[in-house]
């Protein structure tokens, strides 16, 4: 059976919204929560601009490129009471400044991602990627689930938007940990994902 897909779309008039898989998810669920609970949850899920030492006021603008005042956008933020450690900097991952450089535009009644020339240059490269995972499956083991950049403080919000996670799809099942993982495959770069998301990462694999 396959498992069904959460991520992201937007409309100008109420900001990002869900469209869950055929089946939903728990990410789905988290999803819409943030939408209406963005503001209680600013600590959690909102992102900062680069330099910035506080989240944004409402109303303003989030990064180059972005829509004024939507929930779920940006790198997120690592809470200072998180119980998670942040990610250790290593030279042999892609980092996720380079991913989350992503500006927005709009068409018709949707948001879509305008990559530059160095993330359209990864696209169907091998790339490694080190994150905290975010299940799309029931069970101990996942063949299919998100990576963050930032770990889940919240079990109703999330880290951050759409160009903060990455789709993972594996080759053998991988078994679900609260700390970091790495993983390698071949990065899509998705320009109009039917689920709103920006990348993808096939045929992957864990590395330590």
Request: proline share 10%.
């Amino acid at each position: 059976m396959t498992s069904p897909r959460s991520a992201f779309g937007a409309s100008p008039s109420r900001g990002r919204y869900l469209r869950p898989g055929r089946a939903g998810s728990a990410v789905a669920l988290a999803l819409s929560t943030l939408l209406f609970a963005a503001p209680a949850l600013a600590q959690l899920s909102s992102p900062l601009a680069p330099g910035a030492s506080q989240p944004p006021a409402p109303g303003t603008s989030i990064l180059p490129g972005s829509i004024d005042g939507v929930a779920g956008k940006g790198a997120g933020v690592h809470g200072a009471n998180s119980p998670f450690a942040p990610l250790v900097p290593r030279d042999d991952v892609l980092p996720w400044s380079v991913l989350t450089d992503v500006k927005t535009k709009r068409e018709k009644n949707r948001i879509l991602p305008v990559f530059n020339t160095g993330q359209l240059g990864m696209n169907g490269k091998t790339q490694r990627i080190q994150g905290f995972m975010m299940p799309l499956e029931p069970g101990k083991k996942q063949r299919h689930f998100l990576l963050s950049s930032v770990p889940l403080t919240c079990s109703f919000c999330l880290p951050g938007g759409p160009e903060s996670m990455v789709e993972v799809k594996t080759k053998t099942p991988v078994e679900y940990s609260m700390e970091a993982v790495v993983v390698e495959g071949r990065l899509q770069v998705l320009h109009d994902d039917s689920y709103g998301l920006y990348y993808r990462i096939n045929d992957a694999v864990t590395v330590k």
